[in-house]
């Protein structure tokens, strides 16, 4: 299990590496890279843009018990979106609705794992010392609506603010471990997690570099009295 994870890392971490400087190129030479215009019957450009965005970033987790040591560092967060962009009013101000999909990854202290007692879920501690992993992983489809103003007609800088619609369509606590010989994957359906949220969301857009996020959920991961009082916030690199 160790040595699977450590060389798809190793894969995952090249193809990022070669991909990263094919987008590098690309934005240079065509700072719309990812972005297709749609024309009417006549050819002719209209003010409705089709884009394909990636998002990378990390979580962190506030407001939960002492006890709930999240690692920030090991806490994934990874969404890809399509977005329709409508500017009536010119390049400078753009509307943008569309679908999405979003992996998150939160990461535990290792010396505890999740359980569900009487439908309340909680950590409780490992009683063996091998190697062991500890993390809630969550799949949200969600739906963006955001505004975008750039402050130059080169549109290179810009804020973008809105708010994603967002369906937890997958949850699991997952806990990994080595016991003498033999290797463990076990995942707790069932967590308790709030199916639908919304999450305001605001990315700072510069020239030559990747736009940044931040991304707050306002709502407890876990619904009323099913698990501890907590809220994720996801801050990275949108492209």
Wanted: hydrophobic fraction near 40%; include cysteine; charged fraction near 25%.
């Amino acid at each position: 299990m160790k040595r699977l994870f450590i060389l798809a890392a190793v894969v995952c971490c090249t193809v990022f590496t070669a991909k990263a400087e094919m987008v590098g190129d690309t934005i240079k030479n065509n700072k719309d890279f990812n972005k297709i215009t749609i024309k009417d019957r006549d050819g002719n450009p209209t003010k409705w843009e089709s884009s394909l965005h990636l998002n990378v970033g990390m979580n962190a987790v506030l407001g939960a018990p002492d006890e709930y040591d999240f690692q920030t560092w090991g806490s994934v967060d990874v969404g890809v979106k399509w977005l329709m962009d409508w500017r009536p009013y010119g390049k400078q101000n753009v509307w943008s609705a569309g679908l999405g999909i979003n992996f998150r990854h939160l990461s535990s202290k290792n010396d505890k794992y999740w359980v569900k007692v009487n439908d309340v879920m909680g950590l409780t501690p490992y009683t063996h010392e091998e190697e062991r992993y500890t993390s809630l992983r969550v799949t949200t489809l969600e739906v963006p609506v955001m505004y975008t103003h750039y402050f130059d007609k080169k549109q290179e800088w810009g804020l973008t603010l809105g708010a994603v619609l967002g369906w937890n369509c997958y949850a699991r606590a997952n806990r990994s471990f080595e016991l003498g010989e033999e290797e463990y994957d076990i995942n707790l359906k069932n967590i308790g997690h709030r199916p639908f949220i919304v999450e305001p969301l605001a990315i700072v857009r510069m020239p030559y570099l990747p736009d940044i996020y931040c991304k707050y959920s306002p709502m407890k991961f876990f619904k009323d009295d099913r698990g501890p009082k907590m809220n994720i916030l996801s801050i990275g690199f949108y492209w």
